[in-house]
Every structure is written in C-alpha cells, then in structure tokens.
C-alpha cells in the first residue's frame, strides 16, 4: 500500500500553469507551494515556489484578475490540537512572493470560496469549537476590507461555491456533522435572501468542483463522515436543461482534490508529486524557484507532444 505524504483540496489554475498551495505533508501542515507550467514547448516539471506565509491545511483558494488568494484553514497549536485561521494572502507572480492582506472576521476552515463581480467571497466552514458555520464574508481587493453578507440559510461546511456571472452557488457539505446536503442554494449580490437552486443526486462532501463551458462539475467527494474512501461519482448541472445529471464515473474514489481545465490537452499525462517538499523555514529566504523531486520523463514529454492536439479536456488535481 503507497502511504499517503501530502495532501491538498487548494489549487488553482493561471496562466497555463497549476499551482498547488499548502496542505498536510508527514503528519501537520505545510506552507510550501508547487507550480506546474502546461506548455507543448516545455518539459512537464514541478517547480517549489515561494513559501506561504502561513503554513495551512483544510483551507482554500481561487483566482481573482490574475491574482492567487488563500484563505482560512487549520494550523497546530503548542498541545497538538487544530485553530482555525483568519489569515489571508495573495501570491506575486512577478516577484514570487506572499503578501499578507486583511484578515477574514471570523477563523474558518473547510469553507467554500469563489471569486466574481471583483470581490472574494468565502461561505461557511467551522470554527475552532468545530462549529458548522453559516457566516458569508466579501473581500474588496481595492480597499483590503472583509464586510459580512447575507448568511447561508443552514450552517455548511466542505461545500462547493461557484460564481455563474451573476449569482454565487452553494452545492452540497455538510449541514451537521453527519449529513451530506444534496441542497444547491442560490444569492446574487446586493439581494437579502438565499434561493433554493436545484438538488443533487448524490449528498455530497469534499467534491472537486469547477465551472467550464456553461456547465457545472462535481467530482468525488465523501458522502458521510464515516465514507473514508470517498466516492467516484460525477454530475454534471446542464443550465439549460436546468438539473443535475449523472457523468463518467472516475476510476478511482477520491476527494478533497480540485479541478482546473487545461486547454489543448488531449491525452495529457501530469507527473505525480509524491515526495516530501522541503522545508519551508530553511528555504523562505530564497528568491529563486527550486526544482521538484519529480518530473515527466523525456519518453512521457514526447508522447505527450505526439498526442497534443486541439481538443479541451477537464483535468483534475489531487495529491490523495
């Protein structure tokens, strides 16, 4: 049995490359970054980025006018027990560095986040006492300001949220610390009530999730809080069709990975990750990027390149 190192749920996808942000690496969390850059003209090779600031695991991230945020999470204590975060940052592409910005109200971890409409907005989570929480907050990059919105109408955690160009979905977590939601819940900004969406399938925790081409993807996931494998279901939201359909199943059970969509990407084979990272604090100081302990072989660079062709594929990112 291949023993678990590291894992993630937060990543994200800019500018022809994936970015994979902190986590859970040798039993606590991590502060190191990767970047894989998608190009037919380059080897496929991890690359170590700037460290965050705050090492975290069980938080999120997204993308905003080209700028990476992460956001909330858990770090350990002195007595081996969890906190949940109120710490935000975003990453400097030009200079790769972290930037610490204005912290959310409330610490959170395990919450839903999206961007849209220039703001952030995170949904949800638990606090430190592991409560579910309802609390919805915006973030104005331009003034570096978190402002309360409307709260969810029920307490969620390990949902998923998308912004569809004119309002923020919520799909699925859990509304207690048992039962998975089949619920998707609807609110556009500057009304003051959240709508019922549509309904899931499957009740569903811990899902990849993503939005392409007029359509709405969930992947994986947990379906109770006892489920450890997971689940390989997929469904697909046709908004024309106005509900959810069952897809291709995976052909593994997984969750708590995430999706980016990597265009001209047929038969696209990304090498694995599966070593430890260095350490973050014997390397902060370092303006250079460090090259990862694993990269595509020149055969698997060649196939690849053989196979690129015009085509758009969904690719998903998991280090479970």
Sequence with gaps: MTQTIW???????????????????????TSTVYSLEVRADLPLKWIQR???????????????????????????????????LRHVECYDQLNNQWKTLRQMHSPRSEMAIAAGNGRIYVA??????????????????????????????????????????????????FTDANMATKKVIRWSPGTFIWHDHSTLNLGRVKMASIIHEEK???????????????????????????????????????QGGFLVV?????????????????????SQKRSHSVNSDESASESDIE?????????????ETSTE
């Excluded at 809080?225 to 995976?250: I, P, Y």
């Excluded at 196939?303 to 690719?315: G, K, V």
């Design 124 to 173: 949800g989570g638990r606090n430190d006492h592991g409560v579910i929480l309802s609390t919805v907050e915006m973030y104005h990059p331009d003034n570096d300001v978190w402002i309360d919105v409307v709260a969810l109408p029920e307490p969620r955690k390990a949902a998923s949220m998308f912004f569809d160009g004119r309002s923020l979905l919520v799909a699925g977590g």
């Design 216 to 254: 709405i993807y969930l992947i994986g996931g947990r379906i109770s809080a006892s489920d450890v494998r997971g689940t390989s279901v997929v469904e697909v939201f046709d908004r024309k069709e106005n509900c959810w359909m069952f897809d291709s199943t995976l052909r593994y059970p997984r």
């Design 50 to 84: 700037a460290c965050l600031n705050q090492r975290r695991f069980s938080h999120a991230a997204c993308v905003l006018h080209g700028v990476i945020y992460t956001a909330g999470g858990l770090e350990f204590v002195n007595n081996g027990t969890h906190q949940a």
């Design 7 to 29: 894992r993630t749920n937060s990543g994200v996808w800019l500018k022809e490359t994936i970015y994979v942000i902190g986590g859970y690496a040798r039993k606590k969390p």
């Design 303 to 315: 196939h690849q390149r053989a196979n690129h062709s015009s085509q758009s594929s969904t690719s």
């Design 262 to 282: 990597i265009p001209d990407s047929a038969d696209l084979i990304l090498p694995t990750l599966k070593k430890p990272r260095q350490n973050c604090l014997q």
